[in-house]
């Protein structure tokens, strides 16, 4: 299941603009919250356009070992769009085993999951997933009266979920301040929870709140009553998920590389399928781009999307500052790392638990191009730009993959060490990218 490493990748390079039009597939988060929900609704449910990459797989084989049953049908019905029909997940007794291989989103969201379903489910994953945090989920699950048998070090990878008899809901508090996704993880199976769930958060911000939004309006949407009574705190009340049928927009966090092509090379690059509204945390990129000095429009052709067009300046300028990005963050790294001024990253400390630390090995990797940064509290600074090639570590993240991606553009001669990394979300990443910058 993992991707097969490779050594590396010459970075496509631009001495002209880009001038391309792409489209890119369906959100990550989007797909796998649909999905975990399709296996805890009454009954058949159809995700259309669903993420086809590693870890919409990595959900989809977890639901079925939990005894959900998974089909991909190939062109539903008028729109031709791929899509998957998932059936509930059935209760068993027998031990199952989940592998999360590197997705987040598969080990802080299904524990909840496993304990509604009552077997005794072992998750584990990747290397590299093994330090990730998880001991919010934990302790929440065990507030709900769950027993959770660590193998290795505490609060994290692997475990065993054990909830004989399933969990009941109610009152919990943890501390979302390592990642939102503990929060989103509880919420989605809250509705299975006989009494609900009223979830606080304590201690320092939740990061990437736009995820928590996420998932109360994906329930909402699904019929869920949901609300937040106060700052950091939710209530889901219990209920029957009624099957149901949606299609998934397109990953707004995947196109961030791809428009940032125009704004490296004072290119131009437009992307259909934009929605008008989107609780993903990528609809910061007309704005963040338009930061770095673009010009970014959006021409609505429907009443939910429109085409997004960036042109890129001849020379980027930098915000000086940049707030609280999470995800998004190594891609625009890769922007400050083209300017001649500095950027500081602010609010981004839990980057540290991401696919990989990428605050050390954003920082690094800058300087093994010749560039100036440095780490700080909650983030980082770059201080000089890129200035020659070298090879690039992925560190197994797609987002560090892609973030060389985008600098290759500019500077020539980059190699990318394992870009198979970004077969996480975008397994054909290498041939879009190629399609769109070497047109
Ligand atoms: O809920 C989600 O789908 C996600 C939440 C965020 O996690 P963090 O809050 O840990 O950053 C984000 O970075 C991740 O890529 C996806
Ligand atoms: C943090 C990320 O992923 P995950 O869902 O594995 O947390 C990401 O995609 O940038």
């Known amino acids: 299941m993992r991707p ?34 399709a296996a805890l609704a009454e009954g058949p449910s159809v995700v259309v356009n669903p993420l086809e990459s590693r870890d919409s797989a990595l959900m989809l084989a977890a639901l079925e070992s ?27 007794t027998e031990p199952v085993s989940v592998e999360c291989g590197l997705a987040g989103t598969v080990m802080r969201f299904l524990p909840a999951v496993a304990a509604l379903a009552r077997r005794p489910v072992r998750f584990d994953g990747d290397p590299e997933a093994r330090v990730r945090p998880m001991g919010a989920v934990l302790e929440g699950l065990r507030t709900l009266g769950a027993k959770v048998e660590e193998e290795g070090a505490t609060g994290y990878l692997p475990f065993t979920v054990h909830s004989p008899e399933g969990i009941s809901g109610g009152d919990v508090t943890i501390d979302a301040s390592a990642s939102s996704q503990f929060v989103s993880g509880l919420l989605l199976a809250a509705p299975g ?33 949901v609300k937040s009574p106060a700052p950091f705190t939710w209530r889901v009340e219990p209920g029957p998920i009624a099957p149901f049928t949606v299609r998934v927009e397109p990953d707004l966090s995947n196109a961030g590389p791809f428009l940032c092509a125009a704004a490296v090379t004072g290119g131009t690059v437009t992307m259909p399928g934009w929605p008008l509204n989107s609780t993903q945390i990528g609809r910061r990129w007309p704005q963040l781009l338009t930061d770095f000095g673009c010009q970014v429009s959006l021409a609505p052709y429907s009443e939910t999307a429109g085409t997004l067009t960036v042109r890129g300046p001849e020379q980027m300028v930098s915000p000086g500052t940049v707030d609280a990005t999470a995800e998004l963050t190594p891609t625009v ?15 981004v400390g839990h980057l540290r638990g991401h696919e990989t630390d990428r605050i050390a090995a954003l920082v690094s990797e800058v300087r093994r191009l010749g560039g100036a940064a440095e780490e700080t509290d909650d983030g980082f600074r770059i201080l000089s730009p890129a200035r020659h090639p070298a090879t690039v570590h992925s560190y197994a993240d797609h987002r560090m993959a892609t973030f060389a991606a985008v600098l290759g553009l500019a500077v020539p001669g980059v190699i990318v060490e394992n870009i198979g990394s970004t077969a996480k979300t975008m397994p054909d990443f290498p041939d879009r990218w190629s399609a769109l910058v070497q047109a």
């Open 4 to 37: 097969r490493h490779d050594a590396g990748w010459l970075a496509p390079h631009r001495s002209t603009p880009v001038h391309g039009e792409i489209a890119v597939p369906a959100s990550k988060s989007l797909t796998n919250r649909f999905l975990l929900l």
């Open 333 to 347: 790294a890769a922007l400050a790392a083209l300017c001649t001024t500095e950027t500081k990253f602010t609010s």
């Open 66 to 92: 939990l005894g959900a049953t998974t089909e991909r049908i190939a062109g539903w019905e008028a729109s031709g769009e791929s899509a998957v029909r998932i059936s509930p997940l059935t209760p068993g």
């Open 193 to 225: 929870m006989s009494q609900g769930l009223t979830l606080r958060h304590s201690g320092a911000d939740v990061p990437s709140l736009e995820h928590v939004e996420m998932t109360l309006q994906v329930l909402a949407e699904l019929g869920v009553h």
